[in-house]
């Protein structure tokens, strides 16, 4: 075979999805603290047309998914499936292609929204003409990533790999249904129903089943040892699968979609709560005897935290689904709230273990400045707890002001000192951003050298 | 493995098709019973608020849209969507009453869907948050004069209000262009097919 000294990993893609997992995560914060600012009649930049922060917030929201959060999950794809395979990657030509599209599908996506082209479905404002694009770099995507898979000789196939081929399968379907199918051809009640579905699939079978998915790689990894119990493993990849797909109405409760689908909904997403604790259950049984490392290493520290913070998302959300709760919460801050515990807080969470795990391997450099990292994790950790705690408050005060017939202005009045808040608790994060940019930066520019490929768990210094 | 490999991808297949029966399929079937309106046949009614608009800037509406007719509504609705939707309007404001939380005596009637089965809702604006008040019970609500005050400068009528402005509606005369009388069109579109005395005892907002 002439292609045998093709490395397993092909580590400079990974480098340069992470790289650019960090750079729109700059521009989805930035973009974040100026709209928080026009909540405090403080917008940076008004009477700006292309930087309208009804603009600024589809560029917060779609680079956060899409920017910050696909390209750390491709980075951790492309390093996490020659591994379980032992195989490479389909072709590393076309992994480069697929970089360039999807960094290429980010900037129209950005500019499209920014000069008034933005699609009106939420989490899908990517303007029309960038849709396809995304459509074929996603098929790209599952080719080049699904074809080890099906050539691995290894004897069994690992969980990781279940859900990365369920979620292949899905992400292509649930892009096109949900921005085509509103868009051109359902209207109306009905549309919001396919919306509704289309919000909750990208959460739940694009970003979830990779996220688990790359949980199972990498958790057992760093604590050395294996996953607790394979038949939760079992258990929570088949609920998920089963129930997740069927909530997607529960976004527009007590709308005027048919009731039999919001009652459906209702109680598919109850049950998902049930069955995402058994995944829970099985990663803390994981770590049951090697807590320690939980305060040793900074990666597995970022894991956990992200999954307590997952623990309180489901919970929240088993009784925010319910009509008795939807009647005050719907449309206030408390959602506002739960969106970033669950983007951020998991997800964001889990990739910056990645970063962790993976920068000093690709750029070959032990981390310089492992204190920063460490200011970087509470920086993180208590800005987005204040940020979640002070929104759902909000959310609570603008509910029951609603509900009063207050004036409308007093709900807006109300919120003010809640907004100032969050202004300060995004502040917080980005703080701890800079610490995190500098050390990622001065990492990779550093002059010492890594002699050989790191063993795995072992970049992290104790904390 | 690729035998095993295949039933995750049909898995996921399976279950994404069962969901979208469930919760996308049905409701479509369902609601299907109920015919599709084109814009132009909602804009055969012509709210009188369009009218008043071609009075109110009578240079400005007769150079971008003639005479205050259906076919000019038409248009007006189309502009003013898009409009809408290009500065995410529908972020901060929805576009559905709801039968809870005083719901109706603050804003009207509860929505229902037959109010949503034209090409208006295409796609549909149900909105995400409540930033600002509910907009599918607008019409009427304020003069043509206030929406072109509060979309210039929000503030200037509602202090408290955390509201962008928009002065791109406006020339420099700061009187509304095209996209600026066509929002207002629009806003006051919305919520025009339901009965004035129900919505007149909408109570406070």
């Known amino acids: 075979m002439q292609v045998a000294e093709r490395p397993l990993v092909n580590l400079a893609l990974v480098r340069w999805h992470l790289t650019a997992s960090a750079i729109f995560m700059a521009v989805t914060m930035l973009a974040g603290l100026a709209y928080a600012f026009q909540f405090n009649q403080l917008y940076p930049f008004p009477g700006v047309e292309w930087l309208s922060p009804g603009r600024v917030r589809m560029v917060h929201t779609n680079m956060a998914a899409f920017g910050f959060i696909a390209n750390a999950f491709i980075a951790g794809l492309l390093f996490a499936i020659p591994r379980l395979t032992r195989k490479p990657i389909f072709s590393d030509k076309l992994g480069w292609v697929i970089f360039g599209a999807w960094q290429l599908i980010l900037v129209l996506t950005v500019v499209g929204q920014l000069a008034g082209y933005g699609q009106a479905i939420e989490w899908g404002e990517t303007p029309i003409f960038v849709d396809p694009l995304v459509l074929v770099g996603l098929v790209l995507l599952v080719i080049n990533m699904s074809v080890p898979i099906f050539q691995t000789e290894e004897p069994g196939l690992y969980v990781s790999l279940w859900y990365f081929l369920a979620a292949f399968a899905w992400t292509g379907l649930v892009y096109f249904m949900g921005n085509y199918l509103p868009q051109f051809w359902v209207p109306g009640t009905a549309g919001a129903a396919i919306t509704g579905l289309y919000i909750h699939d990208l959460v739940g079978l694009f970003v979830t089943p990779l996220g688990w998915g790359l949980m199972y790689f990498f958790v057992p990894l760093l604590l050395r040892k294996p996953i607790w119990s394979h038949a939760l493993s079992l258990i929570g990849f088949w609920g998920i699968a089963f129930f997740y797909p069927m909530q997607g109405v529960h976004h527009f409760l007590l709308s005027p979609i048919p009731m039999y689908a919001q009652y459906g909904a209702i109680v598919a997403t109850i049950a998902v709560e049930i069955v995402v604790l058994t995944v829970i259950v099985n990663f803390f049984g994981t770590l049951h005897g090697r807590s320690e490392a939980v305060r040793g290493n900074l990666a597995v520290r970022w894991f956990y935290t992200g999954m307590v913070m997952y623990a309180i998302t489901c919970f929240q959300c088993a009784f925010q689904v319910t009509l008795t709760f939807q009647q005050i919460i719907h449309f206030t801050d408390w959602v506002v709230g739960h969106a970033h515990m669950v983007m951020y807080g998991v997800f964001g969470f889990w990739i910056y273990g990645f970063f962790i795990e993976l920068w000093p391997r690709v750029y070959n450099r032990p981390w310089v400045y492992p204190r920063l990292l460490t200011a970087h994790y509470w920086m993180t950790l208590l800005g987005l707890t204040l940020m979640v705690i002070d929104l759902t408050g909000a959310g609570l005060v603008q509910g029951f002001v609603w509900r009063g017939l207050s004036h409308w202005g007093d709900s807006v009045v109300f919120s003010m000192a809640f907004w100032w808040v969050r202004t300060f608790s995004g502040l917080l994060i980005i703080a701890g951003q800079v610490l995190f940019f500098f050390a990622l930066w001065a990492t990779a520019r550093s002059p010492v050298r890594t002699p050989q490929a790191v063993p795995i768990g072992a970049v992290t210094e104790p904390v | ?205």
């Open chain 2, 1 to 205: 493995m690729e035998r095993f490999g295949a039933s995750f991808l049909i898995a996921g297949i399976v279950t994404f098709l069962l969901g979208f029966f469930l919760q996308g399929i049905m409701p479509v079937l369902t609601l299907s019973s109920i015919p599709t309106q084109t814009i132009e046949s909602v804009a055969e009614t012509v709210t009188p608020q369009f009218e008043t608009l071609a009075s109110d800037y009578p240079e400005e509406f007769k150079r971008y849209f003639g005479e205050p007719d259906a076919a000019s509504f038409a248009k007006a609705l189309r502009i003013g969507r898009d409009a809408y939707i290009a500065e995410a309007c529908w972020h901060c404001h929805s576009q559905f009453v709801r039968p809870v939380s005083n719901e109706d005596l603050r804003f009207g009637p509860v929505s229902t869907p037959e109010e949503y089965q034209n090409l208006m809702n295409l796609p549909h604006l149900f909105g995400t948050r409540r930033v600002g008040p509910d907009l599918i019970r607008e019409a009427g609500r304020h003069s043509n004069d206030w929406h072109a005050a509060h979309l210039y400068k929000p503030t200037n009528v509602a202090p408290y209000s955390v509201m962008p402005e928009y002065p791109w509606f406006f020339d420099e005369h700061k009187r509304p262009n095209e996209r600026g009388l066509a929002l207002i069109s629009y806003l006051q579109w919305l919520g025009s097919w339901v009965d004035e005395d129900a919505v007149a005892s909408g109570g406070p907002k």
